[in-house]
Each structure stands twice: as C-alpha cells, then as structure tokens.
C-alpha cells in the first residue's frame, strides 16, 4: 500500500510488475529461471516477486506517470494548444515520439525492455491495479506497422503475443492492439527498471 490509500503492493491485484522484473534481472544475471511450475504463495521466491511488483513502480515518479496517463482529460491526440507547446502532448505523441525510442534502444542493444500499459482512463487512484506490465524482447515493422513481442504474464505459456499499433502520425488517436486479449489499451510507456540480483533458488 501507500500511504495506506493506493494498493500497489498488494499481491491480490496480480503480480505482472514482478513477474517481468524477475525475469529481467534473471536475464541480466544471466542466471536460469526457477523451475517451479506453480506459482509460489510464500516462501523467498514469492517475497521476491513481491518486493519487485512493488519496486517497478518506481515510487513516485512511476506511479506519477500512471496517474498522468489515466488522466481522462488527457487528449489522447494532439490539439491545437499541443501543437502550440501550451497543453501537455497526446498519448500517441507520447508512445511514439517519447517512450518507443526508449524501448527500440533496449532492443537494438540486446536488452530487454519492461513496459507499463495504461488500460483504463479515470481520476480515481484505486484504478491503478487495472493497469499492467509485459516485457518487450523484440519487435518488427510491416510498412508503418509496429509490432512489439512481449511477455505477457497473463499468458506464460504463449510466445506469440504481440502489441500492434500504427506509427504513421503521432498527432491523431492511435489504438493499442494486444493479440491475445481484448482489454483496451490507451497508452504504454517505458518503465524504469533498475537490476536486483535474484534469488538463488
């Protein structure tokens, strides 16, 4: 919790945010992934997860930029006062001018990239655990097609889940698209990840 008020380490709302973070740090460890088939419920391996759900929030700044881009006042295109520096830009201009060079630089360089996806526009702070995280590990485009390959906790046993989305205009609404789920995405963002060394199971 923080604050008491905001359940962000709350393990009942999922644990994708420590899911992709262990993976990252078991990667960069250059260490082999547990072997465990059942999701832990206690125990090291379970408290590390959860000390990694909460880290990837990257308290405050992250969850700041969750709160940003949840905003439903938030143009999800660019306006006028946008385009005049007057307003704050877009999601789209956000995703495709600010947050897909990031994560196109983690993967040219061979790294892995963790992604924070905005799935509900709302005030109300509680709102947040509807939010999630994948891991991006490559992508490819298609003319002005951007697919992204990722890890999606949700589906730990597909390698073929993908988010598409066109990169023709960052100026007009772009729509998200997740091939294994119908849950909307309104915007992603690169989250700030930073290593912890796993625990030796």
């Not at 830009?89 to 995703?95: E, L, T």
């Not at 951007?146 to 890890?151: K, P, T």
Request: glycine content about 6%; overall charge neutral.
């Amino acid at each position: 919790m923080l604050g008491r008020q905001i359940p962000i380490g709350n393990a009942s709302y999922g644990l994708c945010g420590g899911m992709i973070y262990a993976a990252i740090d078991f990667f960069e460890a250059k260490m082999s992934v547990p072997a465990n088939l059942t999701a832990p419920s206690s125990g090291p391996l379970f408290q590390y997860i959860v000390n990694r759900q909460i880290e990837s929030f990257d308290l405050p700044f992250g969850l700041m930029k969750y709160i940003v881009l949840m905003n439903p006042f938030l143009s999800d295109h660019e306006t006028n006062a946008s385009k005049l520096r007057a307003a704050p830009h877009g999601r789209a201009w956000r995703m495709m001018k600010v947050e897909w060079p990031r994560i196109k630089n983690d993967l040219d360089n061979g790294k892995l990239s963790p992604l924070g996806l905005v799935r509900v526009k709302s005030l109300n702070p509680f709102e947040i655990r509807r939010h999630h995280q994948v891991l991006a590990y490559g992508y490819e485009w298609n003319e002005n097609n951007l697919i992204i390959h990722i890890y999606d906790p949700n589906f730990p046993n597909d390698d073929d889940v993908t988010l598409s989305l066109n990169m023709v205009n960052p100026e007009t609404t772009t729509s998200v698209f997740h091939s294994k789920s119908s849950e909307p995405i309104f915007s992603f963002f690169r989250t700030d990840y930073k290593f912890t060394r796993p625990v030796d199971i």
